[in-house]
């Protein structure tokens, strides 16, 4: 089977820093995906890794190893409006996306 | 261009009764698919289609579940004989080919909530 583990909640202090964590077990692996969604929205799409190591873009990046079946999201300079959850998704070779549960973060003054 | 859209955005009914939620993905995007996301919980895959190619039906939860895209466009969920499990937020995206690597546009949703 194919599964996916992330945190279920992190609260962070505004303008701090922080690190969602995702492991997972596939059957195939491809590439590891982070979407973000606020409450009551859609999720977009925030970064893509395909190779071991870290890809940033401004104040989100991302990191991957495959050797550990690891990866994780760091948010920088945290803002009330990254409150939202943060999902990882998995490409495995079979096109439809395998998606954690979700962490939701919420970001305090 | 104008995103992914669907409709309705919320859709009440009763127990039974059948619902059918429309997608219309973004221009010129090959790919298609439905998730189902419960309160506070991940996104459960549905439904992918690609092209021309059959539909990968692998994640519908039940045979009261079908769905269909006409003209490699406007897609249709239906449910038949909904159940009270079946309230969720039916999410719709599409990408340009169908890639693993491609990022999903996603819509934004339509609540059901089957009484």
């Known amino acids: 089977g194919q599964s996916l583990e992330q945190p279920s909640e992190v609260t962070a202090v505004e303008g701090a820093i922080v690190q969602i964590n995702c492991t997972y077990q596939?059957?195939?692996?491809?590439?590891l995906s982070w979407y973000q969604q606020h409450d009551g929205g859609a999720p977009t799409f925030l970064s893509y890794?395909?190779?071991?190591g870290l890809e940033e873009t401004g104040r989100f990046s991302s990191f991957l190893s495959r050797s550990d079946s690891y990866g994780y999201l760091l948010l920088q300079e945290l803002q009330m409006k990254d409150s939202a959850s943060y999902f990882c998704a998995v490409n495995s070779g079979n096109t439809p996306l395998v998606f954690g549960k979700g962490t939701r973060l919420s970001v305090i003054a | 261009g104008a995103g992914v859209s669907q409709s309705p955005s919320n859709k009440v009914t009763e127990k039974g009764k059948d619902v059918e939620l429309r997608c219309d993905p973004i221009s010129g995007h090959t790919a298609l698919y439905w998730y189902r996301q419960s309160l506070g919980q991940g996104l459960e895959f549905l439904i992918y289609f690609q092209g021309n190619s059959a539909p990968d039906k692998s994640g519908l939860p039940s045979d009261r579940f079908s769905a269909e895209r006409t003209g490699g466009s406007v897609s249709t969920l239906t449910i038949q004989r909904t159940q009270q499990e079946d309230s969720a937020v039916y999410l719709c995206?599409?990408?340009?080919?169908?890639?693993?690597?491609?990022?999903?546009?996603f819509g934004p949703g339509t609540r059901l909530l089957v009484l």
């Open positions: 596939t059957s195939g692996f491809y590439g």
């Open positions: 890794n395909a190779l071991d």
């Open positions: 995206a599409s990408s340009p080919y169908g890639g693993g690597q491609e990022t999903q546009y």
